[in-house]
């Protein structure tokens, strides 16, 4: 492959992509998400089009334009209702962590077993030590 298809390969996607987002009104865009959003909505928009056996319309550089615009609007579309919910207060979240520790037992539960004492080995105890010559 050249080098001017392979530009043109990721321009028409960057392009597409950087037309969805700010349709969309994406936050936190960037060019590399634009490029990813294009490339995956090309794909998508083209998926629909052959599973509904639509007419393509117009091509753009060997890509269809309408499929590949509707589609890249849907994956920024996704991609922005996707961000917004994860930042939603109103989220459905679980139990708290400590909550959630203590049922199962873990690392951090209130109600975790106390240590067990500490094994001396036979022949290693205080009286062994004060008998050491070291210690008189």
């Not at 960057?14 to 865009?29: D, E, Q």
């Not at 609007?73 to 962590?97: C, N």
Request: hydrophobic share 50%.
């Amino acid at each position: 492959m050249s080098i001017p298809a392979l530009l043109e390969l990721l321009a028409v996607p960057s392009l597409y992509g950087c037309a969805a987002c700010l349709a969309i009104g994406l936050s936190l865009f960037s060019p590399g998400k634009a490029a990813l959003i294009g490339m995956c909505g090309i794909v998508v928009g083209f998926a629909i089009w052959s599973a509904l056996d639509l007419p393509s319309g117009p091509w753009l550089s060997d890509f269809p334009l309408i499929p590949s615009l509707v589609g890249t609007l849907l994956v920024a579309f996704s991609v922005e209702l996707v961000t917004e919910a994860r930042k939603s207060p109103f989220r459905i979240t679980g139990p708290r962590a400590e909550e959630a520790a203590a049922r199962r037992g873990g690392a951090g539960a209130q109600s975790a077993p106390e240590a067990a004492p500490a094994v001396q080995r036979p022949g290693h105890d205080d009286q062994a030590a004060a008998q050491s010559p070291g210690a008189h």
